[in-house]
């Protein structure tokens, strides 16, 4: 079996490593391998909607969840068909060190993200406003096969 090269570098801001990392895997000891279709899946991701929303907006973006294996997805209370679990999602956000001057709060860079990307992103399968209290984030999902890509685009409270 080939070994999985963390530092594999998708685009120019975006590295493997950020869509494998999990405090929760970590903590529970549990290996977050993907296969190489999920590597596949997850740069696809990177190229077609994370890089230019970077590029545009000139501020780093976090990655807080990407490829998740079965187990971390049920752990974290992931949905059962979840995206993750196949390479296709990723859920970011900006670090706070870094918001611009004028905002003060995760869930108005969240919109900030997820206004343009649904405004300006040509290809994206969903687009997810989630929150849970205080905490903002957008769940972005994008499939290879563009003709699969439904675009939806709606906002999701977490309980």
């Known amino acids: 079996m080939k070994k999985i090269d963390l530092t ?18 970590e903590r529970h000891g549990l290996p977050n391998i ?3 279709c999920h590597i596949d899946r997850l740069r ?9 929303t ?9 990655v807080t969840s990407g490829y998740r294996c079965p187990k971390l997805n049920r752990l974290v209370g992931g949905a059962p068909g979840s995206q993750h679990m196949e ?8 670090p706070r060190r870094h918001w611009p001057f004028c905002y003060t709060t995760s869930e108005q860079i969240a919109r900030l993200l997820f206004d343009w990307m649904k405004d300006c992103l040509p290809h994206y399968d ?3 406003i989630e929150h849970s209290g205080q905490s903002w984030w ?16 709606f906002e999701l409270e977490k309980k």
Not at 12 to 23: G, I
Not at 87 to 94: E, K
Not at 138 to 153: E, G, M, Y
């Open 8 to 25: 594999e570098r998708f685009t120019d801001h975006f590295v493997l490593q950020e869509f494998l990392a999990s405090p929760t895997a």
């Open 34 to 36: 993907p296969l190489k």
């Open 44 to 52: 696809n991701l990177a190229v077609r909607c994370l890089e230019p």
């Open 54 to 62: 970077r590029q545009r907006f000139r501020l780093p973006l976090q």
């Open 87 to 94: 390479g296709y999602a990723a859920d970011i956000t900006v």
């Open 126 to 128: 969903q687009l997810i």
């Open 138 to 153: 957008v769940h972005v999902s994008c499939r290879i096969d563009l003709t699969k890509n439904r675009r939806q685009a």
